[in-house]
């Protein structure tokens, strides 16, 4: 049974740093693609980077969050600087059966909370 369990959330003030760290277990997925994504209420979920064939960030977070892997661990993070209080969000660790970073997911963690202050 896969499981992907997220750590590193909090609260930040604006311009501070987090790194989410996500672990996988139950299968490695080494050739296969990694991502975050993040959702506020009332809000759909959103990819904010990912990582396999290619890398993926979105707009928004491009120079300031960096997405990487260790495959020894099977781990995959989430480095995010100069936050901003649009950052704030629950932010969610997926894999799927793919390379391709971008496209829909099959695994997912439960979450794991990002508040940044003003």
């Known amino acids: 049974q896969v499981q992907l369990v997220e750590s590193g959330g909090g609260l930040v003030q604006a311009g501070g740093s987090l790194r989410l760290s996500c672990a996988a277990s139950?299968?490695?997925?080494?050739?296969?693609?990694m991502g975050w994504f993040r959702q506020v209420p009332g809000k759909e979920r959103d990819i904010v980077a990912a990582?396999?064939?290619?890398?993926y960030y979105t707009d928004s977070v491009k120079g300031r969050f960096t997405i990487s892997r260790d495959y020894a661990k099977n781990t995959v993070y989430l480095q995010m600087n100069s936050l901003k209080p649009e950052d704030t969000a629950v932010y969610y660790c997926a894999a799927r059966n793919s390379g391709y970073p971008v496209g829909s997911y099959d695994y997912w963690g439960q979450g794991t909370q990002v508040t940044v202050s003003s």
């Open positions: 990582t396999g064939s290619s890398m």
């Open positions: 139950g299968r490695t997925f080494t050739r296969y693609a």
